[in-house]
């Protein structure tokens, strides 16, 4: 009879065998399936709670003190074009792309002098705007502040400038519109 015995354990020993290969990783997919469907329901409430949003630019303000001479200045030297503004005794000009430029008259504070603090404007030509600063006598300087010099020194080829507006506003012109083909 020992034959038999040895049958019925060996049968024991398979389905042992059978069950923990099967049966266990089995219960590994399931409690993977429900951890990711729990992560998926918190991820998806988590969604509804907080719905996405875009960022972006609306406008530039610019508290100015003589509203004429700042309109003279960006409309003349960049040809920005003036759009109506929602407010008295301001002027709007567009800098593209849904974006403008708020000029805010009767400033009677100082404008901090930093040329890290910057409004930057792009072209896809340098010098036309170059020309139009030579003609009007205004006088502009690469960042370290070399008086005419134009910076070449970006890794992506952009050239740069940079300037006063007529309240003493740094502005960088570049022409980094030339790399997007527009």
Request: proline share 5%.
């Amino acid at each position: 009879m020992k034959p038999a015995t040895d049958l019925i354990s060996v049968t024991k020993q398979c389905v042992l065998n059978l069950t923990t290969q099967l049966v266990v990783p089995t219960l590994v997919i399931v409690i993977a399936l429900v951890l990711l469907s729990w992560q998926a329901a918190t991820m998806t409430a988590q969604t509804a709670a907080t719905p996405s949003v875009t960022v972006a630019i609306d406008h530039i303000a610019l508290h100015v003190a003589d509203l004429n001479a700042s309109v003279a200045f960006y409309s003349g030297v960049f040809g920005l074009q003036e759009i109506p503004a929602a407010a008295k005794g301001r002027r709007w000009f567009s800098l593209g792309k849904g974006v403008a430029l708020h000029l805010l008259g009767d400033r009677s504070v100082p404008v901090a002098d930093d040329r890290s603090v910057h409004l930057a404007l792009t072209s896809n030509n340098l010098e036309p705007i170059l020309q139009r600063l030579r003609d009007r006598r205004i006088p502009w300087s690469d960042f370290a502040g070399h008086p005419g010099v134009v910076s070449t020194g970006r890794s992506d080829g952009v050239r740069q400038i940079f300037l006063r507006d007529p309240d003493g506003y740094w502005v960088e012109v570049n022409d980094a519109l030339k790399n997007t083909g527009k």
